[in-house]
């Protein structure tokens, strides 16, 4: 299948602090990534879809000024967390779509595992 | 509103001891049911996607079926190195991936 790779894998910062998440097909375009969180013990939440060369689309709950993402290129979207408090501690994942159509087949990176101290 | 429901939530079986995954959805407009398998720690690893009823995928010791209403992961003769959590997701009209909870499935030799 095709590859998606996800930078950092964990990464610990202190509570006030930004960090960038980074998102790369490694092997095909993707025009559209997701990105997820997901809690212990539970299912994905979409957070939000990136459309490269445009602005990405929330939803509903999402603070679109706390997770900022950009979709600059078709292989790389980043994720970026400001101001991070304790409870944006918690496991990000993308994903990437083959294709251009809405039914292609949906590649997910390893994760991140972001602790916020 | 688009649901996607698994059950059980956790299934314990012996190695060789087979059986079957569901997930029920209810969706406007399906563009797709798609499972993955994920570890703990790891992000969800593709299994199949299943487009209209009565298709059916199989991989190894998985095999994947869809009606209108449902999906089912059949298990057969499961190995310890199946165990992992079961997702399953819908892509509705808009093209967002909509998961179920997912079902922890543990394989003991």
């Known amino acids: 299948g095709a590859v998606v790779s996800q930078h950092p894998s964990w990464v610990i910062c202190k509570s006030g602090t930004s960090v960038k998440i980074e998102c790369r097909s490694l092997?095909?375009?993707?025009?559209?990534m997701f990105w997820y969180r997901q809690f212990p013990k539970q299912s994905l939440m979409l957070m939000a879809t990136?459309?490269?060369?445009?602005?990405?689309?929330?939803e509903q709950g999402v603070e679109k000024d706390k997770f900022l993402i950009n979709h600059a290129s078709l292989t790389l979207s980043t994720l970026t967390v400001t101001s991070a408090h304790p409870e944006d501690s918690s496991f990000y994942i993308c994903?990437?779509?083959?294709?251009?159509?809405?039914?292609?087949?949906?590649?997910f990176g390893e994760g991140s595992r972001l602790t916020v101290l | 509103e688009d649901q996607v429901t698994q059950s059980p939530e956790a299934l314990r079986l012996q190695e060789g001891e087979s059986s079957s995954l569901n997930c029920s959805y209810t969706?406007?407009?399906?563009?797709?049911l798609f499972w993955y398998r994920q570890d703990p720690g790891k992000g969800p690893e593709f299994l199949f996607t299943?487009?209209?009823a009565g298709e059916e995928k199989e991989k190894e010791r998985l095999k994947a079926t869809l009606t209108k209403k449902e999906s089912f992961l059949h298990i057969t003769a499961p190995k310890p190195e199946d165990s992992a959590t079961y997702l399953c997701?819908?892509?509705?009209?808009?093209?967002?991936?909509?998961f179920g909870q997912g079902t922890e499935l543990s394989v003991k030799p």
């Open positions: 994903s990437a779509r083959f294709g251009t159509s809405y039914t292609g087949e949906l590649f």
């Open positions: 092997d095909f375009q993707a025009t559209t």
């Open positions: 990136s459309n490269e060369g445009s602005k990405a689309t929330y």
């Open positions: 969706v406007s407009g399906l563009r797709g």
């Open positions: 299943l487009y209209s």
């Open positions: 997701a819908v892509n509705n009209q808009g093209g967002k991936l909509i």
